[in-house]
């Protein structure tokens, strides 16, 4: 019986050292996952700053900007139209809608994009299908809300990431 009993508490003590082996494995995978979104958003985040450009005529960069921001949840970035031949500049930033919303607020992400193209005049965010135009910014009217609200200017905001960061996220 004495046999039996050592061979009982031998087998718990090897189940008990397996399911804290087990349990903490999986403690760690989860610091892994959340780990891994927070340097993804940083990333983004980054790449997002490095597309910073002085002119909107720069294409490249500012489909980095502007496919990099997130948009709410009913709309996604589709493409851009360009206007740049003459001032003022603008830019149309396409989006598909993913279910129809009333929820229409862009103001962050024109802040941020306002920020990041130095040159650009008008925003206009617009839906793919049909071309109607959910929202439209100019840059002399965001400057005014920010200095309104208490904010920094847009030109204050362009030279520090960690401004420009709030309005990304």
């Known amino acids: 019986m004495k046999k039996n009993n050592k061979k009982i508490v031998l ?81 149309v930033v396409y989006l598909d809608e993913n279910s129809p919303s009333e929820e229409k607020d862009f103001f962050n992400q024109a802040v941020a994009t306002f920020a990041l193209i130095e040159n650009l005049d008008n925003l206009k965010y617009s839906l793919m299908d049909n071309k109607d135009i959910i929202e439209e910014f100019n840059r002399e009217d965001v400057d005014l809300i920010l200095r309104e609200n208490g904010e920094k200017s847009l030109e204050e905001i362009s030279q520090d990431k960690s401004e420009i960061d709030k309005y990304i996220n």
């Open 11 to 91: 087998l718990l003590l090897v189940l008990t050292i397996s399911f804290t082996i087990l349990v903490g494995c999986s403690k760690k995978e989860n610091n892994n996952i959340n780990n891994e979104a927070n340097v993804e958003e940083n990333i983004n985040n980054e790449d997002i700053y490095s597309n910073k450009t002085e002119y909107v005529g720069d294409s490249s960069k500012v489909v980095g900007i502007v496919s990099s921001l997130d948009y709410s949840k009913n709309y996604t970035y589709n493409s851009i139209e360009i206007i740049s031949e003459e001032k003022p500049y603008g830019l």
